[in-house]
Structures are given as structure tokens and as C-alpha cells.
């Protein structure tokens, strides 16, 4: 069955560095997701991106953060000046369609140092 | 303010049981609902979504209610299993933005 995959499965950094999470989502999907999951809590809703567009983003998604697909498979999530709270597990997820299932991967543990 | 509350953080129940898990939800008007699994250290995998003129859904041993007036939905797992034991999540559209917010889960242990 296909699935999504994330890379790397844990990112250590800097604070202040920027961070490059990656996505392959499932191949025929349109919609791309990205939610984070601090230690001990619930997952958060990030941004959507449909057609090439961020489609929603949540009040967490402020200006330090950027999504791109730069090509067919990839779809990146982008922190430009990372903090200490974003110290999360970044899951990335796809749909076939609006409403829709969404398909998770197992995503990306960040440690910001 | 927008809700999702998952009734219990913690059910533990014996296996063979029948695993009853709740989700309310306020200030939302959700064209439809889902169940997600998360297993420790892994993303959520879906488990069943009912859509608002649905009253209930099954999957082999799964089964999920909606109720849109009592604003609830119940997810129950019938003759339950150890490998059952995990954390589920409510999932809902529908609120003030149209993306999809989650509950804290209930995390479920089934005792051999």
C-alpha cells in the first residue's frame, strides 16, 4: 500500500537555524498537510496546500514558516529562524481529495538545542 | 471558543470487552467526523469518518455513531484485543476555519 514518507526522522538544531522538513506524499493525492505534535499533546493543524497555494493555515503558521512543492513528489515544510518551542514531531500528510481521509507519515522528530 | 474533548485521557479495559471512546465537540458544525489510531513515536492512521447525515458506520470490529444534535460521536471496538491498545483521536472540519483539528485523544490498554 503506498504511503507517505518523511525525511529525516529526527532533525537536531540550533536555535535560530533554519530547518528544511521533508515530504513524499502519496502519488495521485492533491492536498498536502502539515500538523505538529508537541511532547505530551494534541496534534495541531499547520497549513493545507492544494494546487500549488497554501489552501488554510493556522495561527502557529506565522511568517517563520514556508511550504513548498518544488516538484512533482516533494511537498517542504520551511522554519527560517527556529525557536526553542518548535521542538515538536512534524507529521506531513496527503488526501486524494477535499474531505477526504488523510494519509499520515510518521513524521519528523525537531530538536531545537 | 471552538472544542473537541475526548472523554477520558486513559480507558484500560479487558481483552474481550467491548472499548466505548467519546468525543464532544462545541461551536462546531461538522459536515462530517473522523476516527484516527496513533501508536506511540508514529503519525495517526485512519480508522472510519461519518458524514453528518450518517447516524452510524462500521468496519469489522469497529463502529462509530454520530449524533449532530447531542454534538457527539462514540467509537466502539467489540471483542477488543491487546494489539488494540493505542491512542484515539477524534478528528473535525467544520469549525471557524476549514481545517481539520484534533482532540487530545484517549489513550486505550487492553489487558490480556
Known amino acids: 500500500e503506498p504511503e507517505v514518507t518523511q525525511t529525516p526522522s529526527h532533525q537536531v538544531t540550533q536555535m535560530g537555524q533554519e530547518v528544511i522538513l521533508r515530504c513524499v506524499p502519496i502519488?495521485?493525492?492533491?492536498?498536502f498537510y502539515w500538523y505538529r505534535q508537541i511532547l505530551g499533546q494534541k496534534v495541531e493543524f499547520l497549513v493545507s496546500f492544494y494546487n500549488n497555494e497554501i489552501s488554510e493555515k493556522s495561527e502557529i503558521f506565522d511568517d517563520q514558516f514556508s511550504v513548498e512543492r518544488p516538484d512533482g513528489s516533494n511537498f517542504t515544510l520551511k522554519i527560517r529562524s527556529t525557536k526553542l518551542e518548535d521542538s515538536a514531531m512534524y507529521f506531513c500528510?496527503?488526501?486524494?481529495?477535499?474531505?477526504?481521509?488523510?494519509?499520515f507519515g510518521d513524521g519528523t522528530r525537531l530538536s531545537i538545542l | 471558543s471552538q472544542k473537541i474533548e475526548q472523554n477520558s485521557e486513559a480507558l484500560n479495559i479487558q481483552e474481550g470487552k467491548t472499548a466505548t471512546l467519546t468525543c464532544n465537540y462545541t461551536n462546531y458544525s461538522p459536515a462530517y467526523l473522523q476516527w484516527y489510531r496513533q501508536d506511540p513515536g508514529r503519525g495517526p492512521v485512519f480508522l472510519l469518518l461519518i458524514r453528518e447525515n450518517e447516524k452510524e458506520k462500521r468496519k469489522e470490529r469497529l463502529k462509530v455513531t454520530f449524533d449532530t444534535t447531542l454534538k457527539q460521536s462514540l467509537f466502539h471496538i467489540t471483542a477488543s484485543q491487546p494489539a488494540d491498545s493505542a491512542t484515539y483521536l477524534c478528528a473535525l472540519e467544520g469549525g471557524e476555519d476549514n481545517d481539520m483539528r484534533f482532540g487530545a485523544g484517549t489513550r486505550l490498554t487492553v489487558k490480556p
Open positions: 502519488s495521485n493525492h492533491l492536498y
Open positions: 500528510a496527503s488526501s486524494p481529495g477535499d474531505n477526504q481521509p488523510q494519509h
